[in-house]
């Protein structure tokens, strides 16, 4: 069993995950405003994928936490799991676990953690929106939904979860560009160390 593998069933015994299924995880932070409803978004669109096989890791904490983890209530029992805040030198193994980074984006981001996502070798499925188009490549990394319709972010995590030779292309991709790419933005953000770290963290 390779290093990263034995993280990755220690990670879902801590959990309670299954590892047949594929996880996808989103992080940010639980505030009233833009971020809420960028959860209130993914909700409404992983209830459109209620019969695939997946399980949501959700990363972040705030004022709005108890109406964020309200969104999600309607969802199968034991597909969502709220792990709180992390800090970043914490959260590479989750990472590397992880098959799919999903986030409606509703209103922008600083994009750090959709570049962590992709230099630890994840596809993402992203809603369009300020900042993204900066940092994943469409058809390269990952998919970029329409901007706020949960439907177009429904369809474009439904196709990476049915088609995972294309999530597995995307993955491979993404380490490489945001080297190639993104070192500036890397340098300059909290989770520089972080990043640098992912892509050895499957050796």
Known sequence: MQPWEHRLKTLATRLGLSM???WLLTVAAMRPGDRLDS???LARALSRLALLDWQLLVVGAGPAGGETEAAFRALPLGRVHFLG???PDAMPPIFVAADLYVSAA???TRGMALLAAQAAGL???VGDAPGVREVVRDG???RI???GNPESLANAVGFLLRH???RQTHAKAGPDIVARDHQLAIGASALGEVIDRLVAARR
């Open 164 to 166: 995972p030779e294309f």
């Open 106 to 108: 509703i209103g922008g």
């Open 140 to 142: 390269l990394t990952g």
């Open 145 to 147: 939904a329409a901007a």
């Open 85 to 87: 805040e992390i800090e």
């Open 39 to 41: 959860y209130r978004a």
């Open 20 to 22: 047949d299924s594929p």
């Open 123 to 125: 596809a993402v499925a």
